[in-house]
């Protein structure tokens, strides 16, 4: 890409997502994620109405009477993205592609991060990790994850959530927000995700938030007859006949036990999560989930 047309694009979605992050999501971002993280400050002895889930067992062991902990809220957080830039993010049918929902959402995350005065990093992946890039501030680091966002070319065409999770868990050693944007298609051969385990590991450490990017036409097929199928992530073709009630029913089915299994995941690990789709606008599901926490 032209260094002319690459500084138009990131110009273009700079004014974009500036604006929103600015006028819609700024306070939002403010309380779902400030007070998220608690720094260990002292002990004291315990006092009625403390909550007893911060019981210090050891000190009131020694001292043989109840002390707490107590925790101040870290003017400071770390904001991580894991940027899933696999194959399939390269498919739209309607306005954009989900590459393309992808980065706005990312650069809008990116500008609230940094008008709370938090910092903001971003690990790139496919199958393996394509680019880290650690958390700092400032707008010329914001600048330089939108250009990655619009212009990287990742190596591998195929996808691993478990391996950016594995990478995050080791890299990161501060408790960090992380927003993990992917289609999150990366199941074995039964449709189960193959990223549960590592998803349940990272969890513990950081707060995650799964934004799950996706389009119309993965979760229906319309009837047009004959058409061509081709995976991104393997170059593997077929031909469908698209005309077929049953094979649409077929699908549907497997879509909807993709998207219950995914469900259950983020479920039984905790992580909040939303569905964001390529033709619809991501403001009112991403203020909810603010709002919600």
Same mark, same amino acid.
């Given at each position: ?131 880290? +890039?650690?958390?700092? @501030?400032?707008?010329?680091?914001? %600048? !330089? $994850?939108?250009?990655?966002?619009? /212009?990287?070319? &990742? ?45 349940? +590991?990272?969890?513990? @450490?950081?707060?995650?938030?799964? %934004? !799950? $990017?996706?389009?119309?036409?993965? /979760?229906?097929? &319309? ?71």
């Amino acid at each position: 890409m032209e260094a002319t047309e690459l500084l138009k694009k990131v110009r273009k979605i700079e004014i974009k997502t500036r604006g929103l992050s600015r006028h819609i999501f700024a306070g939002q971002y403010h309380s779902a994620f400030k007070g998220k993280g608690m720094a260990f400050s002292e002990v004291r002895e315990y006092q009625y109405g403390d909550d007893i889930r911060s019981i210090d067992w050891n000190v009131t062991a020694r001292f043989n009477h109840p002390f707490v902990k107590v925790f101040e809220e870290e003017r400071e957080l770390t904001v991580m993205l894991l940027v899933d830039l696999s194959g399939s993010g390269n498919f739209g049918t309607q306005t954009r592609l989900k590459r393309e929902l992808i980065t706005e959402v990312a650069a809008v995350l990116s500008f609230s991060a940094i008008q709370n005065n938090d910092k903001i990093g971003v690990i790139f992946f496919s199958d393996k990790v394509e680019k880290f +890039i650690p958390p700092k @501030k400032g707008k010329q680091h914001i %600048l !330089r $994850i939108i250009r990655e966002l619009i /212009e990287f070319q &990742p190596a591998h065409p195929s996808t691993s959530l478990s391996e950016p999770l594995r990478y995050l868990t080791n890299a990161i050693k501060k408790r960090s927000i992380v927003f993990v944007l992917s289609d999150f298609i990366d199941l074995d051969q039964e449709g189960n995700p193959r990223f549960d385990e590592a998803i349940r +590991i990272a969890s513990r @450490k950081h707060d995650l938030v799964a %934004l !799950r $990017i996706f389009d119309k036409r993965e /979760e229906e097929l &319309p009837s047009v007859g004959l058409i061509r199928l081709a995976d991104a992530e393997t170059g593997e073709t077929v031909w469908v006949d698209s005309s077929d009630k049953q094979m649409r029913t077929n699908y549907k089915a497997w879509w909807d036990k993709f998207s219950d299994k995914l469900d259950e995941c983020f479920k039984k690990t905790g992580i909040d999560y939303v569905n964001l789709r390529t033709d619809e606008d991501f403001v009112k599901p991403l203020t909810k989930l603010f709002r919600n926490r």
